[in-house]
């Protein structure tokens, strides 16, 4: 993949933006400005939209800032549609073109967000030794044995559910590790530390990424 960076904004929610243009569509970087990056957040937008309108519509920068995560945060384009392919096979291949846009991509580990049909693109990683939690954001539409493998090896899930309730759960049955919640908390701080999280949400498929009050909470679980 090339990528040629078109635009820099200094100051963007007290961090630094980047937007790099690539043979895979647009792609988008921000990193906070008081915090040097440990890790990778890479976030997968659903159908419907592409990675600029979602960038400006959910307030991206913002949500991610609220979290508090050190991260460089990555918003890739991903398929609009079903019947569009997955546009990075590889999230390697991602990570060198965020490198090349001039983001600072930390060695540390790898946190993938998906909302929707984002669960597509995070099922093509999920064989990446890198990449050691998963954020589903009513995303759970297909995949389940790949999702399955993930956690048997180790891996850290969370899930808010609302369409997918039912998937979710099937898949998550059975397991003692599960902390489970009713709703999504406006506040982890009364959440017992755990490697397995499944939120039933309150809010509705498409409010769960636009309204700010659910992606800053599930990424602060995170947080150390």
């Known amino acids: ?29 921000w990193a906070p400005a008081d ?21 400006t519509r959910h307030r991206l920068a913002a949500q991610f800032e609220a979290s508090g995560r050190a991260a460089l945060f990555l918003v890739p384009e991903a398929p609009r549609g079903p019947r569009e392919g997955v546009r990075w096979r590889s999230l390697g291949d991602l990570l060198d073109a965020a490198r090349r846009a001039g983001a600072p ?4 580990g790898v946190t993938l967000v ?25 995303a759970l539409y297909g995949h ?30 059975g397991r003692p590790e599960v902390v489970a919640r009713p709703q999504v908390p406006a506040t982890v701080d009364d959440l017992p ?19 700010g009050r659910v992606l800053p909470v599930v990424l602060r679980l995170g947080v150390e």
């Open 144 to 173: 389940e044995a790949a999702f399955r493998r993930f956690l048997e090896r180790g891996g850290r899930l969370v899930v808010v559910s609302r369409g997918t309730a039912r998937r979710a759960t099937a898949l998550l049955r």
């Open 193 to 211: 530390r755990a490697r397995v999280f499944h939120f039933f949400s309150q809010y509705g498929h498409a409010e769960i990424v636009e309204s």
């Open 105 to 108: 991509v930390p060695r540390g």
């Open 114 to 138: 998906g909302h929707s049909g984002g669960y597509r693109s995070l099922a093509a990683w999920l064989d990446d030794p890198r990449v050691g939690e998963i954020v589903l954001l009513d």
């Open 1 to 29: 993949m090339t990528a040629a960076l078109l635009a820099l904004a200094l100051l963007a929610n007290g961090g630094q933006h980047w937007r790099a243009e690539t043979e895979a569509g647009p792609l988008h970087a």
């Open 35 to 55: 915090a040097r990056p440990g890790e990778v957040v890479v976030y997968v937008h659903g159908y419907g939209a592409g990675a600029d309108e979602v960038w």
